[in-house]
């Protein structure tokens, strides 16, 4: 199936195919690789709008996820039709992220990747409200952050480490 990646920002310069083949890749390590996602990069005013309507947080932030189907972390859906195969959306704030990794001297491709790892996490049911959810979240993206990191030669983390 596909990732259907939309650039809804000009603040900062997006290389997608990079970006679409790790997403293709972490789709793949999380067993996932048949179902479709859509992969939105968003300006701060976006992100806001919908963190605020969304999560009564009006703030921007770097990343929100939007499932298709509601599971349980870690389980695949089961899709009743051809038109079930989705995931959902995940809308990444790269004029967030971008303004992060200005001041921590992250890479920046390095960084949205990660992010997008996090939204698929969540796609899947992961959550981290809690420190034993939180575990289960981090695990899965140190795994599948491992997984990427083989195939590209990068050291990739997790988003949430030192969360709890």
Not at 93 to 112: A, K, P, S
Not at 137 to 159: D, F, V
């Amino acid at each position: 199936m596909s990732v259907a990646l939309r650039n809804a920002q000009r603040a900062v310069p997006v290389r997608r195919a990079p970006l679409r083949r790790a997403v293709c890749a972490l789709r793949a390590a999380l067993g996932a690789s048949r179902f479709d996602v859509g992969l939105v990069c968003a300006g701060n005013a976006l992100m806001q709008r919908l963190n605020g309507a969304y999560r009564q947080c009006p703030e921007p932030t770097d990343v929100l996820s939007f499932p298709f189907h509601q599971v349980a972390a870690g389980e695949l859906p089961r899709p009743r039709c051809r038109d079930d195969y989705n995931l959902g959306d995940i809308f990444l704030g790269v004029e967030y992220i971008h303004q992060q990794c200005r001041e921590t001297g992250e890479d920046f491709d390095d960084f949205l990747t990660v992010t997008a790892a996090h939204g698929l996490c969540h796609l899947l049911g992961y959550r981290h409200d809690t420190k034993p959810e939180w575990e289960q979240m981090y695990q899965k993206e140190a795994q599948i952050l491992e997984e990427l990191s083989r195939l590209t030669g990068s050291r990739l983390r997790p988003l949430t480490a030192g969360l709890f």
